[in-house]
């Protein structure tokens, strides 16, 4: 067992090891659904598609998505990867703690909670 499931046992958090050195978090009472975390040393990367990047009011939900970044997210950053908007956040796997992972994760799960209704809000029907 390396560091992170340990955390994850820790943390009671409902995850599957999808690959070596991947998981997916799938525990809706924490607010972390299919969040994958992958350790790719010396970085642990945890990240969650929050969306599709919207086909209309594109220009406003950009301009939206980096003042979150400026403003209200704690740890991590909204970006885009194809056509899919994800919260990443990334750790040094040497020098992380329980603490670190776990302010990650509810830094994420509150950032998720948050500002769902404000980015489904530009969501193309």
């Known amino acids: 067992m390396n560091k992170i499931?340990?955390?994850l046992i820790n943390l009671s958090l409902t995850y599957a090891e999808i690959s070596e050195n991947t998981w997916m978090l799938?525990?809706?009472?924490?607010?972390?659904?299919?969040?994958?975390?992958?350790?790719?040393?010396?970085?642990?990367i945890v990240?969650?598609?929050?969306?599709?990047?919207?086909?209309?009011?594109?220009?406003a939900f950009f301009l939206?998505?980096?003042q979150l970044n400026g403003s209200d997210l704690i740890h991590g950053a909204y970006a885009v990867v194809?056509?899919?908007?994800?919260?990443?956040?990334?750790?040094?796997?040497?020098?992380?703690?329980?603490?670190?992972?776990q302010a990650t994760l509810d830094a994420?799960?509150?950032?998720?909670?948050?500002h769902y209704s404000l980015l489904a809000s530009f969501r193309t029907p």
């Open 26 to 44: 799938n525990d809706p009472q924490s607010g972390l659904e299919q969040v994958v975390i992958a350790v790719n040393e010396p970085l642990v």
């Open 47 to 59: 990240r969650v598609k929050v969306m599709n990047v919207p086909q209309t009011k594109r220009e």
């Open 108 to 114: 994420m799960s509150l950032a998720l909670t948050e």
């Open 64 to 66: 939206k998505l980096l």
């Open 5 to 7: 499931e340990g955390y």
């Open 82 to 101: 194809e056509n899919d908007v994800i919260l990443i956040d990334t750790l040094n796997y040497e020098t992380m703690d329980l603490e670190d992972f």
